[in-house]
């Protein structure tokens, strides 16, 4: 048989079908419909909840040689090592009785001031102990996952502290764990307040290699010095006031640019945190607020 009438397009068995492109076209525009879709309908949340329960128990027993290696450090823990700790303990409770005394005081004087000015006497703010599970292991975020999620009443925009101040802000709860916003992440920003000067500002997550924070839009000419100590202005209605945030570490100021560049060193453990105290948000939701404005008001005379 001649070469020439041979067929040259292969037999139907070794056919592919579909092209390669006409597929990674389609799946490309599948893929971009999902992505708007969840953005603008949120319709993946119910996936992660079921993607979470499932992981859980792998995370449980993932995290279980770290823990028994943590349980048998403290049990061979040496005899200095517990002196030196008591020592430190009792060298801060006696700085704590000082700050007792201190504040004593400067709660008396916040209680006549409060029964002059007639404003109401702030209510205590409700928290809840959690603990860490690990810290979030990519590099570009600085996140950490706590053991309590929705089941224990965990609450997406929660403020997160431990013993020393500010720690961050859950921002993402599952029903049993949840995802905290450390106040060093680059997307994280919270209001703050220079105890010594009373000046207010922003600081935001440095976005460098460092854990630290930046006090944004401050003038060259600031009164802000090294040492100062930032805690929580508490008009963002989500972090109560006063409570502590970060230390000035470094302060510059150049002649080409009208702001100075501070950084800030967190206070809270943001490195090796594992207890901590979840914090009611002090701003009410906005489904309370419409129903209370909805109420409507009688009039004190009643009806006419």
């Not at 943590?70 to 061979?76: A, I, R, S, T």
């Not at 009792?90 to 000015?117: C, I, K, M, P």
Request: aromatic share 6%.
């Amino acid at each position: 048989m001649p070469l020439g009438t041979l067929e040259r397009s292969p037999p139907p068995f070794f056919k592919q079908g579909t092209s390669a492109l006409t597929k990674l076209i389609i799946f490309s525009f599948i893929s971009m419909a999902m992505l708007l879709a969840d953005q603008r309908y949120n319709i993946v949340q119910p996936a992660r909840w079921v993607l979470s329960l499932m992981i859980y128990p792998v995370q449980w027993l993932a995290l279980r040689p770290q823990v028994a290696w943590h349980d048998m450090g403290d049990v061979f823990e040496g005899k200095q090592a517990v002196l030196d700790n008591l020592q430190a303990a009792q060298a801060q409770l006696l700085a704590q009785s000082v700050r007792t005394l201190q504040l004593e005081q400067l709660e008396l004087e916040n209680r006549h001031l409060r029964e002059l000015l007639e404003l109401r006497q702030r209510m205590g703010t409700p928290a809840v102990a959690a603990e860490v599970l690990y810290e979030a292991g990519d590099p570009f975020t600085r996140k950490m996952v706590l053991d309590k999620g929705a089941l224990s009443g965990m609450v997406q925009g929660s403020p997160v502290m431990d013993e020393q101040g500010i720690l961050g802000q859950i921002t993402r709860v599952h029903p049993l764990v949840s995802e905290i916003t450390l106040v060093t992440d680059r997307e994280h920003s919270i209001p703050v307040l220079n105890t010594r000067t009373g000046a207010r500002g922003v600081a935001f997550g440095e976005s460098g290699g460092a854990p630290l924070l930046e006090l944004r839009y401050m003038a060259t000419n600031a009164d802000i010095e090294i040492d100062d100590v930032l805690t929580t202005s508490g008009v963002d209605g989500v972090y109560p006031p006063g409570i502590p945030v970060a230390k000035v570490v470094k302060v510059e100021r150049r002649a080409d640019t009208v702001f100075a560049r501070i950084l800030c060193e967190s206070l809270a453990r943001v490195q090796g945190a594992r207890h901590v105290m979840v914090l009611a948000p002090v701003k009410l939701p906005i489904e309370s607020v419409e129903v209370e404005r909805e109420t409507p008001v009688q009039p004190k005379g009643g009806r006419r």
